[in-house]
T-cell receptor, first 112, second 112 residues
Framework: GDSVTQMEGPVTLSEEAFLTINCTYTATGYPSLFWYVQYPGEGLQLLLK?????DKGSNKGFEATYRKETTSFHLEKGSVQVSDSAVYFCALSAATGNQFYFGTGTSLTVIP | DGGITQSPKYLFRKEGQNVTLSCEQNLNHDAMYWYRQDPGQGLRLIYY???????QKGDIAEGYSVSREKKESFPLTVTSAQKNPTAFYLCAIQAADNQPQHFGDGTRLSIL
């Protein structure tokens, strides 16, 4: 069946460092892919999305490219800030039906 | 997210007691979901509903019940049969297949 695998954390970076959080997926057809962010005590917020191969989703300096050939959707940011400290979830919406799959989440801490 | 409201934000349950968590939406979305999140963990699907008066069990439905009498409301009851109810509960809505899910701010349930 469909699934999402993302790198385990926690990840700790210094402010202004480069961020990569890896996400790979298994799916039939052409799913849509998403990154969500969760701040402490809050719900998940949609960060960015991509609906077809080679699409690049971007928001607030974060980017991720839908790579069909490597079945990946890695999250990147060129210069992280302390305010980016949160848990990040990769997710997949199946091509047919409305099944939704989440990765296990990656905790990011950015230190000044 | 705007348009989806969970209440209360904090809830306490006594032993042997049923409690009901509220989830309301005003975006006219058909699909609604309940997830459970334990500390430092990902999301686990409890129940979902794609249409009024119909709902399906998710991965961890035991000890929980739901109803979908109105399109805008999808309450979750945590019954006394759920022996470990302490968790963060998240409600989500989805407009259509392949679209992102949007989350409420969550309800934190604790045992007294």
């Amino acid at each position: 069946g469909d699934s999402v695998t993302q790198m385990e954390g926690p990840v700790t970076l210094s402010e202004e460092a480069f961020l990569t959080i890896n996400c790979t997926y298994t799916a039939t057809g052409y799913p849509s892919l998403f990154w969500y962010v969760q701040y402490p005590g809050e719900g998940l917020q949609l960060l960015l999305k991509a609906t077809k191969a080679d699409d690049k989703g971007s928001n607030k300096g974060f980017e991720a490219t839908y790579r069909k050939e490597t079945t990946s959707f890695h999250l990147e940011k060129g210069s992280v800030q302390v305010s980016d400290s949160a848990v990040y979830f990769c997710a997949l919406s199946a091509a047919t039906g409305n099944q939704f799959y989440f990765g296990t989440g990656t905790s990011l801490t950015v230190i000044p | 997210d705007g348009g989806i409201t969970q209440s209360p934000k904090y809830l306490f349950r006594k032993e042997g007691q049923n409690v009901t968590l509220s989830c309301e939406q005003n975006l006219n979305h058909d699909a609604m979901y309940w997830y459970r999140q334990d500390p430092g963990q990902g999301l686990r699907l409890i129940y979902y509903s794609q249409i009024v008066n119909d709902f399906q069990k998710g991965d961890i439905a035991e000890g929980y019940s739901v109803s979908r009498e109105k399109k805008e409301s999808f309450p979750l009851t945590v019954t006394s049969a759920q022996k470990n109810p302490t968790a963060f509960y998240l409600c989500a809505i989805q407009a259509a297949d392949n679209q992102p899910q949007h989350f409420g701010d969550g309800t934190r349930l604790s045992i007294l």
